[in-house]
C-alpha cells in the first residue's frame, strides 16, 4: 500500500505519495522496475493522509461573497478553476497521471482556492494547465489561466503585467550544489568564478547579478526549465543552480545528489498571479487566503508539504496584501 | 522501373571482386558493431543499462503518462495541417498569378516564413503580440505559427506541383474553350493536387517535428511530457530516447507512406 | 533603441555565434552527408544498411528532441561536450541525413548511359563517382543544398534551447531585460532572413556558373517534389 520507491531523502514527497496506491500494471512493481509511481488514484489526497485532512477542513465561500467578485462568480459559473503552474514539483505541486489530485503546498492552496469558491467537492473540479517561468505572464494576461499558484515570486517588473493576491508564502533565492559539494558553498559570496546556471526569465539572474561578488555574466547560463538546469548541475556544465527555494527544495526532494546549501539570500514572496482584467480577483483571493491562514489550514499544509523538507517549525504566515513596493 | 545511376555504378562483380566486397564487409560489419558495443559499454558503465530504468515504460501509467503528451503532439499536428495546406495552395496560386502585386505578396510571404526560424515565431506570438493586447491561448500560439511556416512550405510544394503538369495540359484546356481559371480549377489543379500528395505528407512530417516547439508556451506535447516525466523519475537518458523513438518511428512510418505513393504514382506515369 | 545601442558588442556576438552554428553545421553536413551517400550506393552491403538506418534515424528525429539528448543526455553516458559542440553536432547529424538523400537522389539524376560508359573505360566505383557521376550530380543538387542550409540556419535557433548564446537567445535575454520584444524580434529576423535568403542568392549563382541552361526557379521546384530527398524541418 505504501510502497514508493523514491530514494532514501524523500521525506518532502512522503506528503505527496504517502499511499500510493499501485494500480494496473503498477502493482508488479519488481517486475517493471522500480521508477516512482506516477501518483495514483487518490494519491497523496487520499483520506486520510494530512494533505487530504488539510483540503478536508478547507473553508467555503459565502454564495454572496463569490457573486460579489466577478472573477470568483464567472468561476462558479463554469464549475471549474484553471490553474496555471507545474506539476513537477515534488513539493509543491506533483502530478498525478491516474486520476488523483496534484499534491504540495501550491497543489493544496490551489485545492483550497478551489473548494473555497466551487463549494464542498470543488477541490477536484480543477484543470491544471502547465506555465514555465518564461509562459506564466502571458498566459494569464491572455485569460489562458484563471490564476497562476506556482512558486511565483511578486516582483515590480510582473506587478506592471498582472496582479497578484498574496503573498502566501514568504521564500527566496537559494542556492543548489551537487551533493557532494555541499561543504564549499554556502552563499552567494562563494559563488565568484562559478559556473551558475538559472532558469531563463526567473529571479535567479537578477539576484545573481546583485549578490555574487565580482559577478561574470559569461559564467551564468540560462537554461528554458527546471529539468535541464538540474541536468546541467549533476552533469558539471554548471556548479550551482540558482533559483528560488521553493522549486530547488522540490529538487532534492526528488533526487539525493542535489543539495539546497545556506539561506535563501532575496526574500521571495510568493503571489497568487492574476490578470490585471479580472475584476475583484485580488480582494478575493486575499480574503480566502486570511480565512485559511485564520484557521490554521494554512499552517497544517505548510507541515503535510514544505514541512517534510525543512527542518523548523512552520513560520509565521504572510499577510496577505502586503506587496512589496 | 527505370534503371538508375545507382544501381550501375559497379559492375556484378566476379570471383576475385566478390572475395573482396566479402572482406569489406566483414571489416565494415566489424567497425559497425565496435561502435555500437562502444556506446552499450558507455551507457552500462554509467549505470545507464539497469533494466529497472528501462522497463517502466511499459508501466501503464508511464504509458497512459506519455500518451497525453503524444495525443497533444497529434492534435495540434493534424489541425496546423489542416489549416496549413489549403492556405499553402492559395499561397501558390496568388504567386503564380498574373496579378504582380498579389504574386509578390505571395512571394514576400514565402520567403519570409521560409528563412526564418519558426522558434522566433512562437516567440513573437507569446511575447510581442501581447503587448499590443493581441493574445492567444496556449494551444494556438503553437498551432498558428505552425500554420504560418507550414504554410509557406507547402505553397512552394504546390507551386512545384502546378508547374509539373504538362504544359499540354493547359493548352488542351485552352482549347475546348475553358478559361484560364476553369482550366487551372478543373484541369490543371486536380492533377497537381494528385502530384504533390506524397510531399504533403512529408510536410506533415516536418509539422510533427516543429510540434515540440510547444515547450516555449507549455503547451502539453511529447516533448515537453517527457520533460516533466524527467523531473519525476530523474531518468533522463531513457526518457528522451523513448520519446526520441516514438517521433522517429512515427514519421518514419509516414515517410514511408510518402514514399510508396511517389513510387506507385511514378510506376503509373511509366505505365501510361 | 538604447536597449540596441548598449548591447551592440552582445548582438554582434549572438549573430556571430549563429553564423559560426550554421557554417560549422553545414559544412560538417556536407562532408558526412555525401560520405553516407557514398556508403548508401555502394557495394558493401553493411555499409548500404548502416547508412541507410542513420539516414532514417536523423531525417526523422526532431531537431530540438535531438540536441536535448546531446546537451543532457550523452553526459549521462559519459560523454560531455560544450554547450555549442553539442548545437554543432546535432545540427551536423540532422542536416547530414538531408545532405545524403539529396546526393542520392542527384546521382540518380545521371543518365545511366555516363556510369555505364566511365565504367567500360576501366573506371572502379569511386573513379566514376568522382570523375563522372558526382560531378554531373552536383548541378542537380545545389538547390537542394541550398535549402538543407537554410533548414541549417532555422535549427540554429533552437540551440537557444541549450544554453548556447545565438542570436534568438540574446534577443530573448535583451528582451526580458528591456521588454522591448519587436525590436529584438526584428533584430533577430532580419539576421536570419539576411543568412537564409543571402545562401539561396549564393546557391543561385553557383547554379548558374554550373548548369547555363536551366533557370533557378525550375530546379527550385524540381527540388520542392523531391520526396526521396525528404523535407527538412
Redesign the interface.
Known sequence: MTHTSFRPRRRAIVAAAAALPLVGLAACGSDTGDGPDLGGAGGGDEEGSPFADVIASGPVAEDDAVAASAWAAAIKEKDQLIRGGTVANQVFSLASTTGGQPTGFDAGITQLLAKYILGEGGDEKVEYIDTTVETRETLVQNGTVDCVIATYSITPERLDVIDFAGPYYLSGTAIQVRTEDAEKISGPEDLTGTKVVTQANSTGIQAAEEFIPDYDASLVQTLPDNESCVAALKQGRADAYVLDQGVLLGNSAADPEVTVVGEPFVDDPYGIGLSQDSEGAVDFVNTFLQEIIDSGAWEALWTATIGEVIDTEAPEPPTPGDLPS | MS?????????A?GPK?RRR?LL??IL??LV?LALLVG?LW??Q??G?LD??????Y?????I??LW?GLWGTLKVTALAAVVAFPLGLLLALARLSRFRMLSALAAVWI??Y???????VV??F???L??FGV????FW?LVIPMILVSSA?TA??F???I??VDRGQHEAAAAIGLSRRDAMVSVVLPQAVR??L??LI??L??L??????G??????EL??QG???????????QT??V??VI??VI??LL?RV??AL?ARMKARAAAS | MDAIRENIPLLLQGIGTTVALTVLGYVFALVVGTAMAVARVSPIPPLRWAATVYVEIFRNIPLLSLLILIAFGLPDVGLRLPYFWCGVLGLTLSSAAFVCENVRSGINTVPVGHAEAARSIGLGFFGTLRHVVLPQAFRSMVQPLVNVFIGTVIGSALCSAIAVQEVTWVTQTLNIRYAQAVLMFLIAGAAYLILSLGGAALGGVIERAVSPGSGRDRSRAGAALDVTAGAQA
Not at chain 2, 58 to 62: E, G, K, S, V, W
Open positions: 534503371t538508375t545511376a545507382t544501381q550501375v555504378l559497379f559492375d562483380p571482386g566486397i569489406l564487409s565494415s560489419v559497425i556506446a558507455q551507457f558503465s554509467n545507464q533494466p529497472g530504468k528501462w522497463v517502466v511499459l508501466r501503464a501509467d508511464y497512459a503518462f497525453q520567403e519570409f521560409r528563412g526564418i526560424p519558426m522558434l522566433l516567440y513573437a507569446l511575447l510581442a501581447p503587448a493574445t492567444f491561448p496556449q500560439m512550405t512552394e510544394v507551386r512545384a506541383g508547374n509539373a502530384l504533390v506524397p510531399s512529408l510536410a512530417v516536418t510533427l517535428k516543429d510540434s515540440t516547439l515547450y516555449v508556451v507549455s503547451y502539453n516533448q515537453f520533460k516533466t516525466l524527467v523531473s519525476i523519475t530523474r531518468y533522463l537518458v528522451y530516447l520519446v526520441s517521433y522517429i514519421n518514419f515517410t510518402a514514399l511517389d
